[in-house]
């Protein structure tokens, strides 16, 4: 499949999967204390974790999706967040999110096209967070991001990118030895630990590599990389 039609059938998926009904929203609504915020993570870990961009006077969330790290990140103190999405609904629910935790002035949330981190001034932010984004793209749109995030960063700015396990093509077969499709959707950029490594030595020095899992999984699989920029 060529990327073009890839990134096109991706921005359809992510618009549906990240709608929030007027029944999800009465739900939130109604529950929504001061802190109960932290719950649209989806570990516990991602959250610990944002507390390293928490120095940053300007934080990116790249691919926010429904913005729930610049909710969490406003909320423990951050001063600005910039939360920016190819996908109109991710967008709105994040829209909708800040208003609910009162904390709209301290994020600013964008929908953008592929080519906007291209074309960002450098240097333009202190910290960056991505999240699920590198891992569910074809290998050279996140090789570009990565380097995009890089110009974008200041040196030192550190960057904490969450992705997927690896699934390991010798166990079960993957299209190009990297990538699952379910229904024709990309869904995984399949890379080990080494190769996600080698993707970003170049631009970034790696901190430290944790694992973390989502609710429902029993064992830690997923990667948590925390970096400081080149
Ligand atoms: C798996 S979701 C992750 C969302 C969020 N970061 C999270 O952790 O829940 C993938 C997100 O990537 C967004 N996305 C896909 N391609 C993108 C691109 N080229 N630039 C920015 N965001 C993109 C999708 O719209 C979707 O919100």
Redesign the pocket.
Known sequence: MKNKDT?ET??NF??T??TMSEEDKKEIKAAADENNYVEFA?ADK?VKALDNLLNADKIL?????????SLILAKKGAKYVKG????TS?IEAGKFLLETYNVKEKVDLEV???A??ERQNPDSFDGG?????LD??PIE?SQK?IENLHKVLKKDAVLVV?LNFYADPKIKPLEENKYIYLDGVLRLLSLSDDEWRQMFAHYFEIINLDYFAWPGETSERRRLFVMKNK
């Open positions: 990134l991706l921005i992510w618009n999967a990240l989806p991602l969330d790249y691919g926010c999706g429904s913005a729930w790290a920016v999405d190819t996908s991710g953008i096209d592929e906007w981190l967070f991505c999240s699920n984004i569910v793209l749109i991001i969450g």
